[in-house]
């Protein structure tokens, strides 16, 4: 009987193929056999999304969609599900930050949709377009809710900080990590041993071209620290203190992690509750917002 591998054993590890994966790859090209053979297909994130959307809807009674055009289904949540790594534009099983922003402009304007709810189990992913995103959740009009499903990190604490509201799921939900990093895999000594020989040469006034990724494979790291992690930290943590203008603690802004208890006492939370609570709780805020909208538009109409 033949095993059947995820796609994303490949493709989530672009610098590293295991042997299973590439037999995996490999065999439908020996045998003639179609790839779903051998594949086991992985979800979508947004279709995850929609199935997770579905199953709070029924317990909360409460309208949760990830079809954010949609004007049909009134009094309703705007669903987002950030779980696993983030990325930016990227592979469809991953919450992609350039697809969420534009969901969630399409929810806001969207006369049907009262809120928007944010359920995160991530312990980060790219920096990159985060501080979009972040213009864009701050400058909304509609409530937004964070959820902490286990974790909300590096990554995702920054995604969910601009919410009216952040909340935990349990006391041993982990929080925290702000703070930019860099890791991979240096693989030329591996095919220098196999046999191959890499070759990089430069034009003559091209004497900076690469210089600080290629110092930072030889070990010298501080000119890439101070010119890409640096930045990204500085606007990382400047944003942070934004939405969470009471956030405070020690080593908060220098990359620790902590339980919901303590990040709650910092005031990097707001508390913990049941996933089920929440999504009431942005409901009812929704509602208050829609009358107020209402009454707005009944004093001052266009």
Known sequence: MFHKFSKLEVVAHPFFITQNALQAYLMPIAT?????FYFDEIPSAKNVAKKQAAILSEETKINLTTDYGNTELQKSLAYY????????DDYSWYFNTKEFLKDFPAAEANPAILAHFLHINSGGGLAYYLDEVH??????SKPLIAQCEMYMCSAALYLGAPADKIYATTPFDTLGSIGTMVSFWDLKPYFE??????HEHYASQSTLKNKRINDLLE???????????DPLAEQFIVNIKKSRKKADGDDLFAGQTYYADEAVEM???DGIQPVEASIIEAYEKGKEHAEKQRL???????
Do not use: C
Request: zero cysteines; glycine letters at 6%; a positive charge.
């Open 296 to 302: 707005q538009n009944l004093i001052n109409p266009l």
């Open 135 to 140: 213009k864009v959740l701050s400058t909304r």
């Open 219 to 229: 070990g010298k790291p501080d000119d890439y620290i101070k010119h890409e992690l």
């Open 193 to 198: 041993k196999a046999g191959f020989k890499w």
């Open 32 to 36: 003639k056999m179609p790839a779903s």
């Open 267 to 269: 005031k990097l939370i």
């Open 81 to 88: 599900e950030a779980h696993g790594t983030l990325m930016f």
